[in-house]
């Protein structure tokens, strides 16, 4: 039996007068997947989630979630979808144990306070008011109060912009928390590492379109592009001296040699086998797959 | 654990007002302009200008009303302005949207909220005034005391949530609450006393809400009167203007921070 999508999108379209921030989009979110939503600003990202979310009007297509509606997304309805925004503080004068308690009392059948508080890792500040939370723990704060109605679907809006790597990290394996509890996660984020980690799969939308859809690994064609092998030769070695076979896969002239291949191993063999008869070492020899940043410059590069 | 929403739309306000009125209480600068400015103007006006006795009646008992109208209008307009054009930009008004939570609660709640900081500060005004001055009132009139703070109250947080939707950024909201207000104190009897203020600036201020509230709670003070204490002709303006600030916020009071547009 195929379930339901929890997000079901067609023909989504949202006009400001003249500006089309939406333009036509199509989009279906499975039961229990981490889905990443990628694109510059100002691409209608926000937008989207907001229409998802049920806070903005939509100027035609089909949008369901959970089934719904979002723009007549009723009370049992939001019972069953929980948001992290991207911009909302915490209450300042409220501990974070009494911040969960005013939202809980909102829902009809919410998570256990203190168990909820324990995921996000904040069992040590129950009593910190959020006016003396740090950036981050005030996020985790937010992830708490999007979770303590028990949805089924979260929507998270750039749930760790502005983070330091330790925290990042902390709010990572929260979010991959979500994945254990068999929630629905609807993640956007700039950050192509976050979306790597955390996602099943990745949307990109540049100029009111998708662009690319895909798992991380495949997304925009990244499986099949080429790997870049770098080094740098010793002085009194010049490129010319390369074997035959990999002096045609040079690319660029300046810095350290850089050659491109769709197969990297025999190349790395040929190369390291050359080194050895040669005795050159190469220290700095770095062989990479495209990363998910070159894939999604690449998509965004074309859209207005 | 059965939660407020579960037990009824009831509850649920209840549930909101509590967290919105220990929100007020927990921010000095609130509890200061609400629950101590009132007590201070009285304390300070009385050793200013005396407490003797004026037409049979003492000079304090002039001010109390008064000052207990600039108490309602603090703990229901500014700080109900203040707190929402806040939470509006902050996101918080959003998040709570984001829940199953009715926004009519919210409105409810938070306005219950403030009834009840209305009530504190008159009662405080009335005690201090009674056992400091010993400012006497009519003892049939405490009902009709009570009305008018609930019904100026509430009028006064319909206005507030009219007024943030003028107002676009945190910063701005507390000059603007005072740029309205402080003008209406002067002119309505707040700060001065009715007979020291020209007829006509009398006539300008008997359009504006602020003197009607003043007068309303005057009515119990003066021992000529006799009833409760309800003056219907100045609830009557002061339900006129509830009306219109409820049909404005209806059109366009808004949840979402007024950058995100």
């Known amino acids: 039996m195929r379930a339901e999508p929890v997000v079901s999108i067609r023909g989504l379209r949202k006009s400001y007068g003249p500006v089309e921030a939406v333009a036509g989009i199509d989009l279906e979110i499975r039961r229990g997947e981490i889905f990443a939503f990628l694109g510059p600003n100002g691409a209608g990202k926000t937008t989207t989630v907001e229409i998802l979310e049920g806070f903005r009007d939509r100027t035609s297509g089909e949008v369901s979630v959970l089934g719904v509606d979002p723009a007549r997304g009723d009370t049992a309805w939001r019972n069953r979808v929980g948001a992290v925004l991207q911009e909302s503080s915490a209450e300042p004068g409220f501990t974070v144990r009494e911040c969960l308690q005013l939202y809980a009392g909102y829902y009809l059948a919410p998570r256990d306070i203190d168990e909820t508080i324990a995921l996000v890792g904040l069992g040590e500040k129950v009593d910190t008011k959020g006016a003396q939370l740090s950036g981050g723990q005030r996020r985790r704060l937010d992830v708490a109060l999007a979770l303590i109605g028990d949805p089924e679907l979260i929507f998270l809006d750039e749930p760790t912009t502005g983070f330091d790597p330790s925290a990042r990290r902390t709010a990572w394996d929260v979010i991959d928390g979500l994945r254990a509890l068999g929630k629905t996660v609807f993640l956007t984020t700039h950050y192509m590492d976050e979306a790597e980690h955390l996602a099943d799969r990745i949307a990109v939308i540049a100029g009111g379109r998708i662009v690319a859809e895909g798992t991380p690994g495949t997304l925009g064609g990244r499986d099949s592009m080429a790997t870049t092998i770098r080094f740098t030769l010793p002085p009194e070695v010049a490129t010319a001296e390369l074997p035959a076979e990999l002096r045609g896969l040079l690319a660029g002239e300046d810095g350290p040699v850089t050659l491109t291949t769709h197969t990297p191993l025999v190349h790395v063999h040929a190369l390291s086998t050359w080194a050895l008869e040669r005795g050159i070492d190469l220290p700095d020899l770095d062989v990479r797959r495209p990363a998910l940043e070159d894939v999604y410059l690449e998509l965004t590069k074309a859209a207005p | ?261």
């Open chain 2, 1 to 261: 654990m059965t939660t407020a929403a579960a037990r009824g739309p009831f509850f649920l306000v209840l549930h909101q007002a509590r967290y919105d009125l220990l929100a007020v209480i927990r921010n000095r600068q609130a509890r200061f302009f609400t629950l101590i400015l009132p007590v201070l103007f009285l304390l300070i006006f009385v050793g200013i200008f005396g407490n003797h006795v004026v037409h049979g009646v003492k000079l304090s008992t002039t001010y109390v009303p008064g000052l207990s109208a600039l108490g309602v209008i603090s703990a229901s307009f500014i700080n109900l302005v203040i707190s929402i054009t806040v939470q509006r930009e902050e996101g918080i008004l959003k998040r709570r949207r984001a829940t199953p939570v009715p926004a009519w609660v919210l409105i409810a709640g938070r306005t219950l909220a403030s009834v009840v900081m209305s009530l504190a500060v008159v009662t405080v005004l009335l005690t201090v005034g009674r056992f400091v001055f010993g400012v006497t009132l009519r003892n049939a009139a405490l009902p009709g005391i009570a009305f008018t703070v609930v019904v100026g109250s509430i009028a006064f947080c319909v206005l507030g949530y009219a007024l943030s939707t003028a107002i676009h950024s945190e910063d701005a909201a507390q000059p603007m609450v005072q740029a309205v207000m402080l003008p209406l104190y002067f002119i309505s009897g707040i700060f001065i006393a009715n007979s020291n203020i020209p007829r006509w600036l009398q006539h300008v201020a008997s359009v504006f809400p602020v003197q009607h509230l003043a007068n309303g709670l005057q009515n119990a003070y003066d021992p000529t009167q006799t009833g409760v204490g309800i003056v219907w002709t100045d609830i009557g303006v002061i339900a006129i203007w509830a009306a219109v600030g409820l049909a404005v916020a209806l059109r366009r009071f808004s949840w979402l921070p007024s950058t995100a547009s």
